[in-house]
């Protein structure tokens, strides 16, 4: 196991656990304060604002970075995001490919390739950098400090969370994460 680089800040991953894995991964995201950034619930409906819209385009054009990665589901919500990621084995000779790297995983400093933190750092400055230069100035800081992640361990686990992704904003008062 790693020692942690940032005494203090106690990891929630799994320890001994390789993230960049093959399997499913299901990622919760929140903006810095839970501020409601990416729009508005109404009549059970998510309504993204323009910031929304370029979260929602970053995380579906994330497969287009991360090229063992795919977006089962996912919902941009006012506050946060919740995705569930697949990533499928790649075959040896694939991985000398080109893959998006953010400074996150692995030994700090030296992100691990393809892990689910090095996707969720790449996924989070893409959405930062874009509001920022499209909206400059609104939000210089859009996300919190880290994720929240759970491995997907069975077909029910996942079908469950499946539901609980696309009952999210029907649910939006009684989130945990809901703010007004």
């Excluded at 990622?27 to 059970?44: H, P, Q």
């Excluded at 919190?144 to 992640?149: A, K, L």
Aim: include cysteine.
């Amino acid at each position: 196991m790693q020692p942690n680089p940032l005494p203090g800040r106690r990891s929630i991953r799994l320890p001994d656990f390789d993230y960049s894995q093959g399997g499913a991964y299901f990622v919760t995201i929140c903006t810095r304060g839970k501020s409601c950034i990416f729009g508005y619930v109404k009549n059970a409906q998510m309504n993204l604002n323009h910031p929304g819209k370029i979260a929602e385009q970053c995380l579906l054009e994330t497969p287009d970075h991360i090229p063992n990665s795919e977006i089962f589901e996912s919902i941009v919500m006012p506050n946060h995001i919740h995705a569930i990621v697949l990533l499928h084995e790649i075959e040896d000779d694939e991985k000398t490919g080109k893959a998006c790297h953010a400074p996150t995983g692995g030994v700090f400093g030296k992100p691990k390739p393809r892990s689910i933190s090095t996707i969720v750092g790449s996924y989070k400055s893409a959405v930062t950098k874009m509001i920022n230069l499209q909206l400059p100035d609104l939000y210089k800081n859009v996300w919190q400090r880290g994720f929240f992640e759970r491995v997907i361990r069975d077909e029910k686990e996942l079908r469950a969370i499946v539901d609980y992704i696309k009952s999210n904003p029907a649910n939006w008062e009684k989130d945990e994460n809901y703010f007004l």
